[in-house]
T-cell receptor, first 114, second 120 residues
């Protein structure tokens, strides 16, 4: 089954404790992206990747890091989480070229930073 | 910069009836894509329907259809025969067309959503 998976689905942590949210897709998509969803602000892009070893900042990259060492994986790293990073996070992927323009979303990761 | 506006924060409809959700957008692009995503209480983001701007025919997917008015920059979603499982947050989203350039971000630009409740 074609899918995007994220882990963990729920996470409670404390300020300053490094964490990683994993994202994996099995569709051989080149493009992957991270969004955060906040009430009243909608979804905003954090980082994106066009392919292996090619990443770039989105609209709200501060406090986050990403890596793309393999095509299928695109982890989101919070080196020193703060309470304002409490949010719902989505990973998404799509092919880079061709006629299929739809982004496929993971199930979301709900993060609470105390 | 592109923007997407959903003017109805909340709506409700009786089961089996029809409801229309509004979406307007602002762009100077001529080629682009528009999407409606559904987010049920599970928080999963599910694609409902997509429309290519260069296609004049309105997209349909079973009980879901759109009214795409390119000149007015309007992209409304009609849900026919509403079902209890349609209760969700609905998001309208915009994405630029790639053209011949496969190297740009082309992120999704999102509206703030419409919360739809289907009542029995």
């Amino acid at each position: 089954e074609a899918q995007v998976t994220q882990n963990p689905r729920y996470l409670i942590t404390v300020t300053g404790k490094k964490l990683t949210v994993t994202c994996s897709q099995n569709m051989n998509h080149e493009y992957m992206s991270w969004y955060r969803q906040d009430p009243g602000l909608g979804l905003r892009q954090i980082y994106y990747s066009m392919n292996v070893e090619v990443t770039d900042k989105g609209d709200v990259p501060e406090g986050y890091k990403v890596s793309r060492k393999e095509k299928r994986n695109f982890p989101l790293i919070l080196e020193s989480p703060s309470p304002n990073q409490t949010s719902l996070y989505f990973c998404a992927s799509r092919p880079l070229a061709g006629t299929q323009e739809t982004q496929y979303f993971g199930p979301g990761t709900r993060l609470l930073v105390l | 910069a592109q923007t997407v506006t959903q003017s109805q924060p909340e709506m409700s409809v009786q089961e089996a009836e029809t409801v229309t959700l509004s979406c307007t957008y602002d762009t100077s692009e001529n080629n682009y894509y528009l999407f409606w995503y559904k987010q049920p209480p599970s928080r999963q983001m599910i694609l409902v329907i997509r429309q290519e701007a260069y296609k004049q025919q309105n997209a349909t997917e079973n009980r879901f259809s759109v009214n795409f008015q390119k000149a007015a920059k309007s992209f409304s979603l009609k849900i026919s025969d509403s079902q209890l499982g349609d209760t969700a947050m609905y998001f309208c989203a915009f994405m630029k067309h790639e053209g011949h350039n496969a190297g740009n971000n082309r992120k999704l630009i999102w509206g703030l959503g419409t919360s739809l409740a289907v009542n029995p």
